[in-house]
């Protein structure tokens, strides 16, 4: 298993503001996952985040929106650009092992008022 | 379109009943996890399923993997409050690349 640390775990922004999330994991892990949750939605994939490279962004999803960094393997950064009332969500870092399943930080919670 | 169907999506249930949760798609994956999730708090994975045919069972939850691949149910009985929360169900098609996730199960199990 994995266990990974998110911060901040909520926080209320204005709108037009930047917000930048965290994410620790407590071993080496080749890609990382960012994952939006909608209030009552399941989990949308934003982009994978690998070490040395960039991040590869899931349609409808932009860098310059969401830029992410990842400058080793076992951190990573989303950043929630410009943000509006619409980008109100969770917003979950994730990593896989082999074929154990992903696991997930305990999310942040974004309100933007 | 979602690749990955749930049903139901909201189940309120008393305790100690038996309940049965699907998930479908037209895809063939390399493996299905379930997750639970409770409010606050991220995915918690339960089971990952990797072969046609499968069942695993984790105490009172049995998981079942179709056999071509693309369907899981999970099965809990005699459900208990502390078993309330979102069923998630995720598909890969490659392993240790990311999962698809299906809409969820929203289980309210009252005492």
């Known amino acids: ?113 | 379109t979602q690749l990955l169907e749930q049903s139901p999506q909201f189940l309120s249930i008393q305790e100690g009943e038996n309940l049965t949760v699907y998930c479908n798609s037209s895809s063939v994956f390399s493996s299905l996890q379930w997750y639970r999730q409770e409010p606050g708090e991220g995915p918690v994975l339960l089971v990952t399923v990797v072969t046609g045919g499968e069942v695993k069972k984790l105490k009172r939850l049995t998981f079942q993997f179709g056999d071509a691949r693309k369907d899981s149910s999970l099965h809990i009985t005699a459900a208990q409050p502390g078993d309330t929360g979102l069923y998630l169900c995720a598909g890969a098609w490659n392993y240790g690349q990311n999962f698809v996730f299906g809409p969820g199960t929203r289980l309210s199990v009252l005492p």
């Open chain 1, 1 to 113: 298993s994995a266990v990974i640390s998110q911060k901040p775990s909520r926080d209320i922004c204005q709108r037009g503001t930047s917000l930048t999330i965290q994410c620790q994991v407590d071993s080496q892990v080749t890609m990382m996952f960012w994952y939006r949750q909608q209030p009552g939605q399941s989990l949308t994939l934003i982009a994978t985040a690998n070490q040395g490279s960039e991040a590869t962004y899931e349609s409808g999803f932009v860098i310059d929106k969401f830029p992410i960094s990842r400058p080793n393997l076992t951190f990573s950064t989303l950043t929630v650009s410009n943000m509006s009332p619409e980008d109100s969500s969770i917003y979950l870092c994730s990593v896989v092992l082999g074929q154990g399943g992903a696991f997930f930080g305990q999310g942040t919670r974004l309100t933007v008022v």
